[in-house]
């Protein structure tokens, strides 16, 4: 069999060795050749060019500043070695410059954007891969759950309670009933985001909210704080996936706080934009999982699915709004939705 060739990819060691011989180079080119000699040194000023193109395209904004950097460095010298007085031969190299910084930040920038928009590209690609195969798997696994679960029913419910093996068919269902959970999840992920929306008072909503949560309140301080000096305006939203959200939330938050620690629901608005704060007591979460809070499956949790607060994600964004996660001075985290007013 012929093997395929390899594909060598240069390292950015290599790139940056390259670039900085490159630019040495041409700066070199002018100080060696004769200042009479302006057509050489109009060439060099155009090549130039090429290091902090090959820079940006490779390194971004910060690769072209720093080209920038070594340019001016270089050629900032030769510029006033030679200075004729601000003559028409000194305005074309100061120009020159100024049009050299112009396009290197432009052009970095540029590059950053693209890089950037690649890189949400493939995410977005990579989310919908996988949500159609949560979808497949879900639905797959949906059905025989649902015949298991009720099957172990009919059994259990012909036992007296004193039979041994009433107790092991209520842990048969209990497991059901935690994967029917989590099948539940994968498909309430993997589905299109469909909103009903409509007016809502957000202070009423919110309490409605927190009186799901009026068994636990004896163990936990759970409160909600209205800033007095901001009237919350009615908000545009669809109530019953955005409570899914907040319980989800303030659960979460409760299970992370010692008991006797305090649960706190905040909320505050500009002109634009509605805040709630969820603010635990808990331990807090470690910089280097911040960022992986809102993958899918991803969990601290022993017992948890990881899909609450990609769900809880996608359900705001899909409202315009923003979710994140702060921590606090002290100890916890502070998980904070931002809503458009509209």
Not at 31 to 47: D, M, S, W
Not at 129 to 141: P, T
Not at 144 to 156: D, E, H, K, Q, Y
Not at 280 to 292: F, K, M, N, V, Y
């Amino acid at each position: 069999m012929n093997k395929k060739p390899k594909i060598k990819v240069q390292s950015p060691r290599k790139k940056v060795l390259f670039i900085v011989a490159l630019m040495f180079t041409i700066s070199t080119l002018h100080y060696l050749t004769f200042q009479q000699l302006l057509h050489f040194h109009a060439v060099y000023r155009v090549l130039i060019f090429v290091p902090m193109i090959l820079s940006g395209f490779w390194f971004g904004l910060t690769g072209a500043l720093f080209i920038l950097g070594g340019y001016l460095v270089f050629y900032l010298p030769y510029i006033f070695a030679y200075w004729e007085g601000f003559s028409v031969l000194d305005l074309e190299k100061i120009l020159s410059v100024i049009l050299f910084s112009i396009t290197a930040v432009i052009f970095g920038s540029m590059s950053d954007r693209e890089r950037r928009r690649q890189i949400q590209l493939q995410e977005i690609k990579a989310m919908a891969y996988l949500g159609n195969a949560i979808s497949m798997a879900a639905h797959e696994i949906k059905t025989p759950l649902v015949s298991i679960g009720g099957f172990t029913r009919i059994v259990r419910n012909q036992l007296q309670c004193s039979d041994p093996n009433y107790e092991k068919l209520n842990i048969v269902l209990n497991e059901t009933k935690r994967l029917e959970n989590l099948v539940n999840e994968m498909l309430d992920y993997s589905r299109k985001m469909e909103l009903n929306r409509k007016l809502c008072d957000l202070h009423g909503f919110l309490q409605k909210c927190l009186g799901y949560f009026q068994h636990v309140e004896k163990e936990y301080y759970i409160r909600l704080n209205i800033n007095p000096e901001n009237r919350l305006p009615a908000v545009q939203l669809d109530d019953q996936k955005m409570k899914q959200v907040m319980i989800n939330i303030i659960n979460n938050a409760i299970e992370a706080s010692p008991i006797g620690e305090s649960v706190i629901i905040a909320t505050d608005c500009n002109s634009s934009r509605v805040f709630i704060d969820v603010i635990d007591s808990g331990e807090g979460i470690s910089p280097d999982c911040l960022d992986s809070v809102f993958q899918p499956f991803f969990t601290t949790k022993k017992k948890g699915t990881g899909l609450g607060l990609p769900i809880a994600k996608k359900i705001i964004e899909a409202h315009g709004g923003q979710i994140n996660i702060l921590g606090n001075s002290g100890k916890g985290v502070t998980v904070r939705i931002a809503l458009t007013i509209t």
